[in-house]
């Protein structure tokens, strides 16, 4: 038994045949799920339990429970990686022509992780093309904000027993230690001047003869540190300095920052005394007033309207009015079929209906929709799963966020269907789309020829300035690498040129706008190498950078603070001090200094 004391009877845990008492039984679900079992178990009801008394205990409980559920999802899929297959329409046709010849071949590509994994690399990314989807119709967020919980919040109080700590209730705090918040003000509420970032953020202790509740919240939770020489075992230190560029310079007036955040106001005033440090305005996280007095808990507050690089406020914000669609050829939507099954995948797959086919058969029957394209039908029309149509909106259509999935240009007639999607309206079919002035063309390449979107280098120009709209700068200078090896660019320099800022945001953002272009350039170089080009091949700018300079410029400190940051946030205050020794013994060399901990 691994808690005999919360379960001191030997009660049976989980297992796969537990079924759901009657009434809570249905002609689908039958069994208990594992998800479903320990949120039973979690709930809190009246009277005593023992479960949620044990402490440090029921916190391993909690993570055992959770490592068991993620980790049977993931044996799933691990396990039906050969059974279940993703294919292509036409190749599973393929499939099944050479299967007379050889029934060994397979060409379906296996599903590994898929979106609905929550943390998976493509529901992060598809989080995150949701958000710049969000950015192009609303425009830059205004504000980001930082918000930690405070523990010593009344509702979570209240909520103990006995001598239960808040750290001894994750169930309680659950989601609670550590968000991201980013806020977009309408027109009229824009921040413009000084003066507006004076009135939304400030960097500077109150007056306690003023506001004597928020001085109390400020001193205690938005101070940082105190670091530096006055604590070199805070966290935040990093070869003896503040990662966070504490203590910060006094400052009269706010300062607009063209490629960041704003330097705030922060006035040489008389320091108070907080516990046993002496603290002014320059150790202030800065914070929005009404906000600390309206939630009592630690809220960093930045103006980020200035930030050239939107898409850094989105690392961590990836959290609806949202409908992505997949694009399709014709014959080649993709289909989940089991080890056995292809003929009956075939035959599902020939009669279920997509976005884009139910687009065709909605530009049949409704002259009112030949003027949508298919990009733009869902402000227009909503489309129902389970009659696979587009019906209609009666409202709210102006409030629908939409985008097309971002498709690579390796793979060549998808990207260049897509690009047709974006232009064309009133398509009935396969056959239409392909059809430009007349002229049935073979490949999707061929009709964006005739349809005159692919006249010199104006199709790459156009697949980078899309691309930017999503993409990171490092995904950005991997694509313009593959275009230069791939496509016919006439003009590399012209491209170069007209897309440097986006390329090179990334480290201009890390170093200087004088240096950061020659950082890009050198990622290029690398990159190009794949392809056996180079900058001098493309006659493009050299740079002689080692590589040494580039690894390190490839790594993201911003990145990798903020997970540090986060975690920290999340720490007790047992966990803190540990972290606290630790981090002391590594950065004190002294020959006294204990390196053993037990």
Known sequence: MTYPLPFPRGECSWNTGMEHVEERRTAKRTRVTQLQYYAYRLSQRN????????????????????????????????????????????????????RAHNENIRTGKLIILPSSFQGS?????????????????????????????????????????????PEDRPDIIRGLPHAHILVTLD??????????????????????????????????????????????????????????????????????????YPIYRRRATEPVQVGKYSIDNRWVVPYNPWLLKTFNAHINVEVCASVKSVKYLYKYVYKDMMQPRSN???????????????????????????TLTSWFELNKNDPSAHNISYSDIPQYYMFDKSTT???????????????????????????????????????????????INGLRCITFHQACQEYGLLQGDQQWHDALNDAAQFQSPRQLCMLFAMICGFGKVEDVPELWVQHQVSLCEDFVHRYSEQTGPHYALADIEELLTSYNLSLQKLHL??????????????????????????????????????????????????ADTPKWYF
């Not at 008394?53 to 559920?69: C, E, M, P, R, S």
């Not at 990314?125 to 009344?154: E, H, I």
């Not at 060549?412 to 047709?420: D, Q």
Request: net charge neutral.
């Open 121 to 165: 690399p493509r529901h992060m990314q598809q989080n995150y093309q949701d958000a710049m989807a969000m950015v192009r119709k609303f425009g830059k967020p205004d504000l980001f904000l930082t918000f930690t919980c405070n523990p010593s919040w009344s509702e979570i109080l209240n909520s103990m027993e006995g001598v239960q700590r």
């Open 47 to 98: 009277g005593f339990s023992i479960l949620h008394n044990n402490g440090k205990l029921f916190q391993q409980y909690i993570v055992d429970a959770y490592v068991k559920t993620e980790g049977s999802r993931l044996h799933f899929l691990r396990q039906n990686q050969e059974d279940l297959r993703i294919e292509l329409y036409r190749g599973l046709l393929d499939a099944l022509e050479c």
């Open 389 to 435: 149509n587009w019906n209609k909106r009666q409202r709210g259509g102006q409030n629908v966020i939409e985008r097309l999935p971002v498709v690579s240009i390796l793979d060549t007639e998808r990207y260049y269907l897509r690009m047709l999607l974006l232009r064309k309206s009133g398509a009935i079919s396969f056959d239409d789309i392909l059809t």
């Open 187 to 260: 027109s009229e509420s824009k921040i413009r001047t000084k003066d507006d970032i004076d009135k939304f953020v400030s960097a500077e202790l109150p007056d306690p003869c003023t506001d004597l509740r928020l001085f109390q919240i400020v001193t205690k939770c938005m101070v940082h540190g105190p670091c530096g020489t006055t604590n070199i075992n805070s966290p935040c230190m990093r070869d003896g300095q503040c990662c966070k560029s504490f203590p910060k310079q006094f400052k009269d007036d706010t300062e607009e920052n063209v490629n960041g």
């Open 541 to 590: 700018p050299t740079v002689d950078l080692p590589a040494s300079v580039l690894e390190r410029a490839n790594f993201d400190g911003v990145e990798e603070q903020a997970k540090a940051n986060s975690y920290t946030m999340q720490l007790n205050s047992e966990q803190r001090n540990v972290v606290e020794i630790l981090l002391s013994a590594v950065y004190n060399n002294a």
């Open 328 to 354: 399709y050829k014709k014959k080649q939507q993709q289909i989940v079929y089991q080890d056995g099954q292809e003929a009956q995948a075939i035959e599902r797959a020939a009669l279920r209906k997509t």
